[in-house]
């Protein structure tokens, strides 16, 4: 069920998530939840349509996920109802920003909270493009820009494990590129495996005894069907309990990606294993 309030600025859907989308340990994949509301984004419109076209392409430029201990309690094998909220956030010249939430539709706790910048592009240019003035009038009361992912520092970056992709036909969406949630699959692919092998100090051995906190991804330029990737991962002192990653094709950045875990203590990890 789907419905629009407020001049099309909120729209509410309802779902559920059912037995195949779990992992081994009975937890949904980051991934999975990722590219559930990124369908949500792209089945609801959030400009009216009117005689000038909102928008001509439309590319995400970065988005910021936050998960509450709610979801890592609530979400568990066989599934659960949930609803999802989107609504737009800023609109400014060329870009704009909204949210989605999700929700426990038995207790009505919020369990995933995801800011998403989009970016208006020329289909002939390439360019950034502006939106039309109706389309920014339209809302013109969202006035507070929120916060958006910034790219960080690679100067003096030592990567400790290095996880070698190369992107899969069923990892393409439909304008012929790697889809967004792919990325984050890569990431936490290679923490997994570098985990294993010991090259990070706050997370080891089985990374799905880990629960996320948040996860930062800055797009910056995309990849292909067929195209070898190189995700490079370290961590940073100054922000404890993170991984970064950065996404590489040759001499390309792709994607920078930052995970940050609830780091449990050592008794919660022998009981996890249980």
């Known amino acids: 069920m789907t419905s629009a309030v407020e001049d099309m600025a909120v729209k509410v859907s309802r779902s559920r998530f059912y037995p195949w989308e779990f992992n081994r340990k009975g937890k949904l994949p980051l991934w999975g939840v990722l590219h559930r509301m990124a369908n949500l ?7 009216q349509r009117g005689a000038e076209v909102a928008y001509g392409m439309r590319f995400a430029r970065c988005q910021s996920v936050q998960f ?3 979801y890592h309690e609530l979400i568990e094998f ?11 956030i800023f609109v400014g010249k060329t870009s704009y920003m909204y949210e989605t939430k999700m929700f426990d539709r ?3 706790k919020e369990l995933v909270s995801r800011q998403i910048q989009m970016v208006n592009i020329d289909r002939e ?8 003035d109706w389309a920014i009038e339209q809302y013109s009361h969202l006035t507070s820009r929120p916060a958006a992912v910034q790219p960080f520092d690679l100067s003096d970056v030592k990567p400790a494990f290095v996880y070698p992709v190369t992107v899969a036909p069923s990892d393409i969406d439909r304008n012929m590129h790697t889809n967004q949630s ?3 699959r890569y990431c936490f692919n290679c923490a997994a495996a570098g985990a294993k092998r010991g090259a990070y100090s706050i997370i080891s051995g089985d990374l799905l005894d880990y629960d996320l906190r948040s996860v930062d991804l800055l797009y910056q330029r995309e990849s292909r069907e067929g195209d070898t990737l190189r995700i490079e991962s370290w961590e940073d002192i100054r922000e404890p309990d993170t991984i970064k990653f ?3 094709r040759g001499d390309n950045n792709i994607l920078q990606c930052k995970m940050s875990f609830r780091i449990p203590s050592v008794p919660d990890i022998e009981k996890a294993k249980l």
């Open 41 to 47: 984004g792209i089945s609801q419109q959030f400009f």
């Open 68 to 70: 509450s201990p709610a």
């Open 78 to 88: 066989p599934g659960r109802a949930v609803r999802f909220e989107a609504k737009m």
């Open 106 to 108: 038995d207790t009505d």
């Open 125 to 132: 240019t390439r360019r950034p493009k502006p939106l039309p």
């Open 182 to 184: 792919q990325y984050v």
């Open 246 to 248: 950065q996404v590489k």
